[in-house]
């Protein structure tokens, strides 16, 4: 199983916008990829936006990206933690 650990960029955390950004780019994935936060919270499908909202993850807060496919898992794992380590809430330039 790979897993990739990152700290959310997002100035509001893991809620509404840049969790549909992150749920969107997941569903693009060859791969599953699940997504778990700290005091037992997930792991959770990370295409799922309801579930990834119910992690009520914080900005800054570190998060475990996982996944048991091992051929596009890694691809997958790299693609969604650069993205969670943007802030997804900042206004595009």
């Not at 496919?69 to 691809?75: K, P, T």
């Amino acid at each position: 199983m790979a897993e990739r650990r990152v700290t959310i960029g997002s100035s509001v955390g893991l809620h509404a916008r840049p969790a549909n950004l992150f749920c969107t780019a997941a569903g693009k994935q060859p791969a599953k990829v699940t997504i778990a936060a700290s005091g037992d919270r997930g792991p959770v499908d990370a295409r799922s936006i309801l579930s990834v909202l119910g992690l009520g993850v914080q900005s800054g807060e570190e998060v475990v990206l996982a996944s048991t496919d091992d051929a596009d898992g890694e691809a997958a794992l790299d693609a969604l933690a650069d993205l969670l380590a943007q802030d997804l809430d900042a206004a595009p330039a």
